[in-house]
Every structure is written in structure tokens, then in C-alpha cells.
T-cell receptor
Framework: DTGVSQDPRHKITKRGQNVTFRCDPI?????LYWYRQTLGQGPEFLTY????????KSRLLSDRFSAERPKGSFSTLEIQRTEQGDSAMYLC?????????????FGPGTRLTVL | DQQVKQNSPSLSVQEGRISILNCDYTNSMFDYFLWYKKYPAEGPTFLISISSIKDKNEDGRFTVFLNKSAKHLSLHIVPSQPGDSAVYFCAASGRGGSQGNLIFGKGTKLSVKP
């Protein structure tokens, strides 16, 4: 399968714990995005990378959130000191920059539940 | 404030008939629009897109129409099939998508009844 993959698919944690999610994009894609989706809402943009560089961060990305893409391939999203409000589906997407029209392809998501 | 609005949370259609899903946007800087389909427990799947230089784009049973003056787009599915039952999200981007992030609506849940 050559699509976007995310791990884990589900994570249950207690409030105050740290969690880390991984995303592996489509191999030839140089852009990688993180979104968050809560019930009844569409995906909300968090941040994106072009190769290793983090080019944009949403105001939704508080200082408890950090994302990395160290070698321009996979990415990790870490949430420190989780809160119940962090419970959501975390989606990763990738695309090929350089084309004018930028279709993003999504992974299956990681569902986070904070107890 | 919501820049992309899908005002119908749900739509029910008979198999074989046309499904029309609507989307409005407020930001005139948006120049690229996409539709995604989402099944439960899966990520959104790209369906079809349109740039602002066009007013129509067709791909098989799916057609997207764009009315820039009204800041409105619609997705037509004809004929509708039970497998089309899913949540459909409209998304928009500026500068042809090179701006990075997509702005999504809240989605419309389509149910196609056999």
C-alpha cells in the first residue's frame, strides 16, 4: 500500500500524560500536513512541512504541541500534558509541492481519547 | 468565523437519483476548491477539485460547479449509489493550494437509500 499511513490508529491516555503520533506520507510527496477533527466539524489545520522545514503553524497549535519531520520523510506530532479537550481525530495528509494545484491525500487518522 | 460553509448537515436521496451537495465560501482569495468523502473510522478521500479559472469539472458520476460571483460551489452525483453514503466535505485553499492549509466546511452526511 502506497498511501499515507498513521500510527497508532487509536490512543487512550490519562490527562497529563504525553503522547506521540507518527505519520508516513506517500513516498514522493514533499509536503506533509497535520489536521485535527472533532465531532461534527471538518478537519482543522494544525501545521505543515515542506521537506524538513515547518512552514506554517495554526494558532490551534498551542505550546504543548510540537511536530517534527527530521529527515523530510515521516513526521511525528507530540502532545505534552494532554488535556481532555485534546480528544480528537488527528489526521495527516501529504501532497506534492511544485504543482500549482495542491491535492492533499489523507491517512486514516489517529483517534486520541484523553480520560 | 467560518470561511467555508456547508449549511445542510444531512441529505437523503433515492438510489439512481441526483445528489446535490452545496458549499458557500466567504474569502474571495480562495482559488482552488476540493471535495472529500469520508467514511466512519477512515480519513477523508479526495474526490474532485476545481480551480477558480473554471466553472465546471467532471469526473465520471461526479461534477463540481463553481459560481465565483455567488461564492458558491456544488457537487453533483448522478446517478447516486448506496456506496456513496458518506460525509462529504468541501475544502478551499488560496494561491492554487500553495498556501498550504485547506479550510474545510463542517460536512454534509449523504444517505443514498436503495
Amino acid at each position: 500500500d502506497t498511501g499515507v499511513s498513521q500510527d497508532p490508529r487509536h490512543k487512550i491516555t490519562k490527562r497529563g500524560q504525553n503522547v506521540t503520533f507518527r505519520c508516513d506520507p506517500i513516498s514522493e510527496h514533499n509536503r506533509l500536513y497535520w489536521y485535527r477533527q472533532t465531532l461534527g466539524q471538518g478537519p482543522e489545520f494544525l501545521t505543515y512541512f515542506q521537506n524538513e522545514a515547518q512552514l506554517e503553524k495554526s494558532r490551534l497549535l498551542s505550546d504543548r504541541f510540537s511536530a517534527e519531520r527530521p529527515k523530510g520523510s515521516f513526521s511525528t506530532l507530540e502532545i505534552q500534558r494532554t488535556e481532555q479537550g485534546d480528544s480528537a481525530m488527528y489526521l495527516c495528509a501529504s501532497s506534492l509541492a511544485g504543482l500549482f494545484y495542491n491535492e492533499q491525500f489523507f491517512g486514516p487518522g489517529t483517534r486520541l481519547t484523553v480520560l | 468565523d467560518q470561511q467555508v460553509k456547508q449549511n445542510s448537515p444531512s441529505l437523503s436521496v433515492q438510489e439512481g437519483r441526483i445528489s446535490i451537495l452545496n458549499c458557500d465560501y466567504t474569502n474571495s482569495m480562495f482559488d482552488y476548491f476540493l471535495w472529500y468523502k469520508k467514511y466512519p473510522a477512515e480519513g477523508p478521500t479526495f474526490l474532485i477539485s476545481i480551480s477558480s479559472i473554471k466553472d465546471k469539472n467532471e469526473d465520471g458520476r461526479f461534477t463540481v460547479f463553481l459560481n465565483k460571483s455567488a461564492k458558491h460551489l456544488s457537487l453533483h452525483i448522478v446517478p447516486s449509489q448506496p456506496g456513496d453514503s458518506a460525509v462529504y466535505f468541501c475544502a478551499a485553499s488560496g494561491r492554487g493550494g500553495s498556501q498550504g492549509n485547506l479550510i474545510f466546511g463542517k460536512g454534509t452526511k449523504l444517505s443514498v437509500k436503495p
